[in-house]
């Protein structure tokens, strides 16, 4: 495997490049992955070139296991924003939640470095509602941290009903919950945001924002933010091009929306 991970990596150096001149607005990422699987084919320091390259100033990164969100927050702590995953492996990524062990996880890695919030984690339906997954809304009651699940409908009410008072990032906006789900939620929510990775329905055939979303988008711009969604080391390779996509579609919007959801409420989200 190491040998075409190497490859794309090697393929992709020279558009880093020839993209760099023209991401001129930059974006404060909200869902970035430093995994174990593109570790040695793309050491951290070099990890944090590419986001700059194509104007990535700021980034909410995880990784699993734990520990590359903090080797690239050692690599430069001014552009990464450490968000600790509670999975110890991938496979217990489908156990965590009802790990009786987890929060003494969360307290070890969190000792390391001065992690934000917890995410992104997977957990779904009724598995959002057990003694783990409250010990670590506690947690981040506790420590002002932020919640960044990525879950269903079901899910996510539950995570809301238990933290109505913490900060909570839905990953991918549910993927294709209705608009109108996610604006009732939103309203009734004030501490609910949406990051928009991977999102379905934002675009039509031509690349052009639908008009529902664009009216939404607008309606509710101080409570979006973008993400590349860095899941597999092709993500990376992508990076210029996904940053890219992410902008024409920004720019389809009105200039203080557009910054609001690129750059603004990340900041005001995560202060420096």
Not at 3 to 13: G, Y
Not at 243 to 272: G, V
Request: include cysteine; charged fraction near 25%; proline fraction near 7%.
């Amino acid at each position: 495997m190491r040998l075409p991970v190497l490859c794309v990596f090697l393929c992709a150096s020279l558009p880093l490049v020839a993209n760099a001149g023209e991401s001129s607005h930059s974006i404060h990422d909200g869902h970035i992955h430093y995994d174990q699987d593109v570790w040695e084919t793309l050491p951290p320091a070099q990890a944090v070139q590419m986001l700059k390259d194509v104007n990535i100033n700021r980034a909410l990164v995880s990784a699993t296991p734990a520990e590359g969100a903090e080797m690239l927050y050692r690599a430069d702590p001014e552009v990464v924003i450490p968000m600790l995953r509670p999975y110890k492996s991938w496979r217990h990524r489908y156990l965590w939640f009802n790990d009786p062990d987890l929060k003494s996880y969360l307290l070890e890695h969190m000792a390391r470095v001065p992690y934000r919030g917890f995410g992104e984690f997977h957990v779904f339906g009724q598995d959002a509602d057990s003694i783990p997954m409250e010990e670590m809304i506690e947690l981040a009651r506790e420590r002002k941290l932020v919640l960044h699940p990525h879950t269903d409908l079901e899910g996510m009410r539950i995570i809301l009903q238990k933290a109505p008072d913490i900060v909570v990032i839905w990953a991918h906006g549910g993927f294709n919950v209705p608009v109108e789900t996610l604006r009732d939620l939103l309203d009734q929510y004030p501490m609910f945001y949406i990051e928009l990775s991977l999102r379905e329905g934002m675009l039509d055939d031509e690349q052009q924002l639908t008009p529902q979303w664009k009216q939404f988008l607008v309606d509710y711009q101080s409570r979006f933010l973008v993400g590349m969604d860095t899941y597999k080391p092709s993500r990376w390779a992508d990076l210029p091009e996904l940053a890219d996509e992410t902008r024409d579609w920004l720019k389809q919007l009105p200039e203080s929306a557009a910054a609001d959801i690129s750059r603004n409420n990340l900041d005001r989200l995560f202060p420096q």
